[in-house]
């Protein structure tokens, strides 16, 4: 599964636009780049943003949509993942 982190947990059944940040650039970058190999994503909030604490964190799957430059996330149903790894380099996770 391929991962986006968040700085809270998701709630199943939202939605929101995301802000633009270094960090979400980044990852929106990665994400194009990687698109063809991603099948799910999930939404995860490490402790303290760290990815080493990645491990046993639990997260919801998600989907990324952009309609006329406005990049929006929405959790669709309650099924949780825990992530067993995570590798930061290429953003995907064993869960």
Sequence with gaps: MYVMKFNSPILPFAKFPL???KYIQDFLKMYED???KITEVLGVHFPQNNNSMAKDTV???IKITKKNNLTTIESFN???FRVEEFDSNTNFCQA
């Design 34 to 36: 990687d698109k063809d």
């Design 78 to 80: 309650t099924r949780r």
């Design 59 to 61: 997260g919801i799957e």
């Design 19 to 21: 802000t633009h940040n």
